[in-house]
């Protein structure tokens, strides 16, 4: 079935510093992929949509400029968490649809970030 | 807008059925999945079902929809303790959309 690869699955990083997350579906390719953050013991919120070679969609309250996303390939999108703050400490998440087919949303295994 | 609500816990005996349920008010939705989540773990897709279903079933997984009531649930028959995870209900308006999640029950099994 189809899989997405997310790396790192765990950083812990200082304050002030940038943190790349990246997100790869495998074995299809995904013109869309979705970055969805959780809190502790609380769902995933979304953040943003990422499309393929365009501007990511950011929700209502999630600062563009400090996560930026890059979909620069049908395979790959990356979220960066600028200037990182200990708020910032999250569980984040991607996910992607085989739009070649298939239902249902693949998610990676999700990164824990951990900003000190 | 878009909810979807669940109950917070759930505890079953092992060997028992569980019935995990979930409300959605956007009548509109097209996709209903239910995701399970073990600790520090990403999402697992279990099952789907469209909106045009009543009922699906897979092996110990029978999801029932109430589309009139707005009403989902995953049934887990002969319930294990590798059961013991956070399962999301989650809706989609479309294949494209993102998803919707509820805020996940925590199911544990007692042995």
């Known amino acids: 079935g189809a899989v997405v690869s997310q790396h790192p699955s765990r950083v812990i990083c200082k304050s002030g510093t940038s943190v790349k997350i990246e997100c790869r579906s495998l074995?299809?390719?995904?013109?869309?992929m979705f970055w969805y953050r959780q809190f502790p013991k609380q769902s995933l919120m979304l953040m943003a949509t990422?499309?393929?070679?365009?501007?990511?969609?950011?929700e209502q309250g999630v600062e563009k400029d400090k996560f930026l996303i890059n979909h620069a390939s049908l395979t790959l999108s990356t979220l960066t968490v600028t200037s990182a703050h200990p708020e910032d400490s999250s569980f984040y998440i991607c996910?992607?649809?085989?739009?070649?087919?298939?239902?249902?949303?693949?998610f990676g295994s999700g990164t824990r970030l951990t900003v000190v | 807008g878009e909810d979807v609500e669940q109950s917070l816990f759930l505890s079953v005996r092992e060997g028992d059925s569980s019935v995990i349920n979930c409300t959605y008010t956007?009548?509109?939705?097209?996709?209903l999945y239910w995701y399970k989540q073990e600790p520090g773990a990403g999402l697992q897709l279990l099952t789907y079902?469209?909106?045009?279903?009543d009922m699906k079933q897979d092996q110990r997984l029978t999801v029932l929809l109430n589309k009139k009531d707005k009403h989902l649930s995953l049934r887990i028959a002969d319930t294990q303790t590798g059961d013991s995870a956070i399962y999301f209900c989650?809706?989609?308006?479309?294949?494209?959309?993102?998803?919707?999640f509820g805020k996940g029950t925590r199911l544990s099994v007692i042995a």
């Open positions: 996910s992607a649809r085989d739009t070649g087919g298939g239902h249902g949303y693949t």
């Open positions: 074995d299809f390719q995904a013109t869309t």
């Open positions: 990422s499309n393929e070679g365009s501007k990511a969609t950011y």
């Open positions: 956007d009548s509109s939705s097209t996709y």
């Open positions: 079902i469209f909106s045009n279903m």
């Open positions: 989650a809706e989609s308006l479309s294949g494209n959309t993102p998803l919707v």
